[in-house]
């Protein structure tokens, strides 16, 4: 059984403004600490080994400039997110076409 899948014209849009607006916001959101790190920095919290290392560390991959490096770690998230949400999405529509 094979299960078409096809992307809506708003689905489409919506991931077009999601990366138009990552490389907008790429140089503001790398540029300040979240508000976690900043309170950490505040009270002078000393950062630990970490208990789990992240596959990108920092939203930051080491190409071209800062800014690429960024950007490219932000598409990879968003990629990674979208192929979940799809993937659940078929499983779910497979699972209750049969039930």
Do not use: C, Q
Not at 10 to 39: N, Q, T, Y
């Amino acid at each position: 059984m094979v299960l078409k899948v096809s992307f809506p014209r708003w689905a489409k849009i919506s991931l077009a403004v999601i990366i138009l607006l990552l490389a907008v916001f790429i140089p503001l959101a790398s540029a300040f600490p979240d508000g976690l790190e900043r309170v950490a920095e505040t009270l002078g919290v000393v950062e630990s080994e970490p208990v789990w290392h992240a596959p990108i560390p920092d939203y930051f991959i080491n190409i071209g400039g800062d800014w690429l490096g960024t950007f490219t770690a932000g598409l990879i998230g968003v990629a990674l997110t979208a192929a979940v949400i799809i993937g659940v999405s078929i499983l779910y529509l497979k699972f209750k076409k049969h039930s």
